[in-house]
């Protein structure tokens, strides 16, 4: 299979290295690189000398013929990629937040019905062990029937980006649209639409929202969520839930020794075993993600389902952009609720 991979930066090589450790048992190749960064692009060739390297996407997308993309650009230029992609009959794995307005929503699933194409959106949580086990306990009803859950991702602030798009509202959709979307994905996943939600938030001083807090109504369920960039970006990253079930708290601690531990009612504390397919640390992509696990495994599912014929129903096209949807909605309630202080 013929990938093509656009944008070499800290997702890229994310992405890279895992298509790196896939292609040794599996028929998958890199072919073609680009990013207009040269060092970059140069540092992500070393795995693959024989691909073709170009400086701009919508070269690579001009002059190849793939099986499939990876575009792990800044987001504000996810859509046109994409749509570009799709237009040729490749195969799409695009990095959340798929995109960034309504409009771009409606572009993406319009090309995605012509085209007749799979798209795969890099909502990673999805992937997680943890947050796998999370799941399975809500749906099996392992513990009882949920009744709240906090969860926090917490950041320090993003300074990696090409040409600071991080800090750049329109560019990465804010904390909202760019960190605090995994959150929000997950719960979906997990329990549907939300009947209700409440949204807080503190803004950087250039007005940008960098803190959001948002409570949410489940059904019965109760969700808090916080996703923050902070304004120092010397703070480490964390991702921690706990999920209060009939039977037991379930709670994920991701700086922790042990980061899953299970509380049960009969004061007992059980830490899960959990099936880990990729076990690697690696720092080399610069960002706040060292562990490759969960990349690999939804790359490996897309190859798969590419590979199988199989309709991608793990986190497809059209819930990404719910996501964005969802996502879209809290960040106007997040510069409201600013503008009212
Ligand atoms: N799933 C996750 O856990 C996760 C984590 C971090 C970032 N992301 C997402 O991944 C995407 C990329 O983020 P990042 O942190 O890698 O950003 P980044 O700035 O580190 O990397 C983007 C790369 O794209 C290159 N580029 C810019 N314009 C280009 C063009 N027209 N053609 C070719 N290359 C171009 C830049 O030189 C840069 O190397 C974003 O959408 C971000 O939200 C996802």
Known sequence: MKVGLIGCGGMGTTHNLSLKALSSTMNVEVT?????????????????????????????????????????????????????????????????????????????????ARNQVQVMVGQVVRSFSEYRYLKESYDTGRYGELKSITMQRISGDAAWGYEDWFHQEEESGSVVLDLHVHDLDFLRYMLGEPDSFDVRATAFASGMVNQIFTTYEFGKVFAVTEGIWDTSSALPF???????????????????????????????????????????????????????????????????????????????????IKSVRQGLAEWKRAKEYIGRK
């Open 238 to 320: 964390e991702a921690s839930f706990h999920a209060c079930f009939e039977e037991a708290s379930i709670v994920f601690k991701g700086r922790n020794e042990k980061p899953l531990a299970v509380y049960k009612n009969d004061g007992t504390v059980e830490y899960p075993e959990l099936v880990r397919e990729y076990d690697v640390q690696d720092d080399s992509a610069g960002i706040n993600i060292s562990n490759l696990g969960p990349y690999y495994t939804e790359i490996k599912y897309f190859i798969q389902c590419l590979q199988e014929g199989r309709e991608i129903d793990l986190a497809p096209l059209e819930e990404g």
């Open 32 to 112: 073609a690189l680009a990013d207009c960064r040269p060092e970059f692009l140069k540092k992500a060739a070393e795995q693959w000398p024989d691909a073709k390297l170009y400086e701009t996407g919508m070269e690579l997308l001009k002059h190849e013929k793939l099986d499939s993309v990876h575009i792990c650009l800044p987001s504000y230029l996810h859509t046109e990629h994409a749509v570009a992609a799709m237009n040729k009959g490749i195969q799409v794995f695009v990095e959340k937040p798929v995109c960034l307005t309504e409009e771009e929503a409606e572009k993406l699933l319009e090309a995605k």
